[in-house]
């Protein structure tokens, strides 16, 4: 009922900038936090940042100065801006919510909800 679903993926070059958007949607109630996180090939997940609800936002030192994380409370939705892109973080970035959400079925209120999108790839590459 809840799905989230990252978009702006792609190619390009090194040095190069991208910004991601993820929109949560279905019965949400409230968004208590959105991260991004991202795979590389055969390494394992790893976090690249998140906002709360109140604004704050907190990065990894590796993306630290380079990489924005934003949010568009009335449309559900985060961003990631990403600036001088390096070759070596080639990955698939995913989209987590941590959420409060109504079920359609009976009305049942869910509070602190984890969700993942599908990703998108974004390939740094000359």
């Known amino acids: 009922q809840v799905q989230l679903v990252e978009s702006g993926g792609g190619l390009v070059q090194p040095g190069g900038s991208l910004r991601l958007s993820c929109v949560a949607s279905?019965?949400?109630?409230?968004?208590?936090?959105m991260s991004w996180y991202r795979q590389a090939p055969g390494k394992e997940r790893e976090l690249v940042g998140g906002i709360i609800s109140g604004g704050s936002t907190n990065y990894a030192d590796s993306v630290k100065g380079r990489f924005t994380i934003s949010r568009d409370n009335a449309k559900n939705t985060v961003y990631l801006q990403m600036n001088s892109l390096k070759p070596e973080k080639t990955a698939v970035y995913y989209c987590h919510a941590d959420l409060n959400s109504q079920s359609e079925d009976d009305g049942t209120n869910y509070y602190g909800m984890y969700y993942w999108g599908k990703g998108t790839l974004v390939t740094v590459s000359s």
């Open positions: 279905g019965s949400i109630i409230s968004i208590n936090a």
